[in-house]
């Protein structure tokens, strides 16, 4: 994507995979999110675990695109080179293919994984010889995170929820990822306090909300009605203290009430305080 400055948030997608599990007890979470860690050498967020994702490429706004995506193109054309980037981000980083047809065992996702990864343009030819969309109608909303402008490397990404519709077996790629695992949402976060992984605060925040729903259809049924707004945290330092101001907290611009709304990092752990009713 051409033409930005590093204050101008590049667009970019990530999609929170989620894959049902058996043997549920009562009071948890009868699914598991995916997450990969970063390479400890990646600019951003070295070493967390996060969803797969990644930035939009010149190659997702190829015209091509529509006349393959036929009847299921979206009028917005921001949201479908969103939609296309997050589908090809996840093959790369995670071996997940979210296409109509599903792609059989006999697809060789090995040697076109590596070929995408190389060029992302690949991603458009994978779809035309395999005979397959990307099904961007499967992806839906969660929300929208601007990061603050105070960081040097700055994305305005969308977060989508998917289920997984295929039996490709989930790999990190070795290259912008060193791991994977498959999280409870409340694994996640316990794993997060013991120390044993590290999330960044938006990611910790909407382990946060998914954990609020334990059931996978009720928790994608919310999501296909979620109102997204764009979520520009401000970072304010206080002491041993590092504050990530959100939206209706009193001392972001978009104040709309008295109050906190705000995530407080300290000592490598964090607390939502929330004192308003704004939601996100």
Known sequence: VRGRTMSTPKLAATIIVLKTRKNVLKGES???VLMVKRSNKSRFMPGAHVFPGGICEDS???QNWS????HRSINNAKQQVIRLAAIRELFEEANILITEPVLELDFDHAKWRQLVQKDSSQFLKLCIENNCVPDISSLYPWSNWITPVQEKWRYDTYFFLATLNNRLEAKHDEIETTGLDWFTPEQALNSFVEKKIFLPPPTWLTLIQLNEYKNIEHLVE?????VIS????????????MMVILPGDNEHPTKN????HRIICENGNYTYQQTTSSKL
């Open 30 to 32: 009868n699914y598991k």
């Open 60 to 62: 997702d706004t190829n």
């Open 67 to 70: 006349s393959i995506l036929q």
């Open 222 to 226: 919310t999501s296909k009605s979620r």
């Open 230 to 241: 764009p979520i520009e945290p401000i970072i304010r330092h206080e002491e041993s203290k």
């Open 257 to 260: 009430t008295p109050g906190y």
